[in-house]
């Protein structure tokens, strides 16, 4: 198994652009999650989903969009970057109730 | 709102020093109680997890961690630590069956020196 699986690993913006990053599992976990992670204040969940085609808003999660139409896909869209979206980002998956959450490599995107 | 402290923010060790990393929950609820580790330039692993039964968790490479529901505290801990233990910690915490939202503390920068 190839686990929890992320794209890009690095991604440089201009603030205004629009991108996607990807998130794969090969674990048929139900549940999947996006965190950022930024110095000093630890992981943040953006946004996570119960199944597909079920999401739902984590603690940040303005200037974000998921969708999960699959159980093995969960994309992140950021609409417009900004500066302040320069960060690590994480996708995590897990089976409901009681399942650790596996974490991918992370994606570090910096927004000029 | 839910919130995870650690309050050691930055740790140096010299090898075989003993560790405790601290961690406070705030949440009163059934909670589900995590060890992450991030080694440099790499992705978070878990170190050990409490969901029930005995407090006393033991998990991977030595590390052990104490839930002590009345102080709200799962601290972290391993007798002798290594060079290679050098890394960050993080301590995270979901409510009941909520195993995908996790919160985290701010995280611990452990470096330990030969």
């Known amino acids: 198994n190839a686990g929890v699986t992320q794209t890009p690993k690095f991604q440089v913006l201009k603030t205004g652009q629009s991108m996607t990053l990807q998130c794969a599992q090969d674990?048929?976990?139900?549940?999947m999650s996006w965190y950022r992670q930024d110095p000093g204040m630890g992981l943040r969940l953006i946004h996570y989903s119960v199944g597909a085609g079920i999401t739902d808003q984590g603690e940040v999660p303005n200037g974000y969009n998921v969708s999960r139409s699959t159980t093995e896909d969960f994309p992140l869209r950021l609409l417009s970057a900004a500066p302040s979206q320069t960060s690590v980002y994480f996708c995590?998956?897990?089976?409901?109730?009681?399942?650790?959450?596996?974490f991918g490599p992370g994606t570090r995107l910096t927004v000029l | 709102a839910q919130s995870v402290s650690q309050h050691n923010h930055h740790v140096i060790l010299s090898e075989a020093a003993s560790l405790e990393l601290g961690c406070n929950y705030s949440y009163g609820g059934t909670v589900n109680l995590f060890w992450y580790v991030q080694y440099p330039g790499q992705h978070l692993q878990l170190l050990l997890k409490?969901?029930?039964?005995?407090?006393l968790v033991k998990g991977i490479k030595g590390f052990e961690a104490e839930f002590i529901k009345s102080k709200f505290s799962f601290n972290l801990r391993k007798p002798s630590v290594q060079w290679s233990d050098t890394a960050e910690y993080f301590c995270a915490v979901s409510r009941g069956g909520a195993t995908n939202k996790l919160i985290f503390g701010t995280g611990t920068l452990l470096a330990v020196q030969p």
């Open positions: 674990m048929n976990h139900e549940y």
């Open positions: 995590a998956s897990s089976y409901p109730k009681g399942g650790e959450q596996f």
């Open positions: 409490y969901f029930s039964g005995d407090p």
